[in-house]
Nanobody
Framework: QVQLVESGGGSVQAGGSLTLSCAAS????????MGWFRQAPGKEREFVAA????????YYLDSVKGRFTISRDNAKNTLYLQMNSLKPEDTAVYYC???????????????????WGQGTQVTVSS
């Protein structure tokens, strides 16, 4: 079992920045590929970014490339998402997720993830 708790959400104006954190407890954090997903009202959950358990591989949604950065600190059991140049279309509930898939290639598919946090709201106003 892995417990995930997100924090760092909030309300910002367009162009602003936020850093989300996801604290993990339970099984060894470094054994999981990790991902960030988001879900806006009336929309399906959407992949945002993922990072491999060995910190080497990262993937991003095209619309956030160059603005968002995913990172992790395995010593602190924490996943991060630095979000810059935020846009109103980034407004959503953001979730972190853990994939105990055993590979070094993180997935973009939410169905591949085994554990989820409760989510944190990000609201970007124009």
């Amino acid at each position: 079992q892995v417990q995930l708790v997100e924090s760092g959400g909030g309300s910002v104006q367009a162009g602003g920045s936020l850093t989300l954190s996801c604290a993990a407890s339970g099984r060894t954090f470094s054994r999981y590929n990790m991902g960030w997903f988001r879900q806006a009202p009336g929309k399906e959950r959407e992949f945002v970014a993922a990072i491999s358990r060995n910190v080497i591989t990262t993937y991003y949604l095209d619309s956030v490339k160059g603005r968002f950065t995913i990172s992790r600190d395995n010593a602190k059991n924490t996943l991060y998402l630095q979000m810059n140049s935020l846009k109103p279309e980034d407004t959503a509930v953001y979730y972190c997720a853990a994939d105990f898939g055993g590979t070094y290639s993180p997935s973009r598919q939410p169905t591949e993830y085994d554990y989820w946090g409760q989510g944190t709201q990000v609201t970007v106003s124009s």
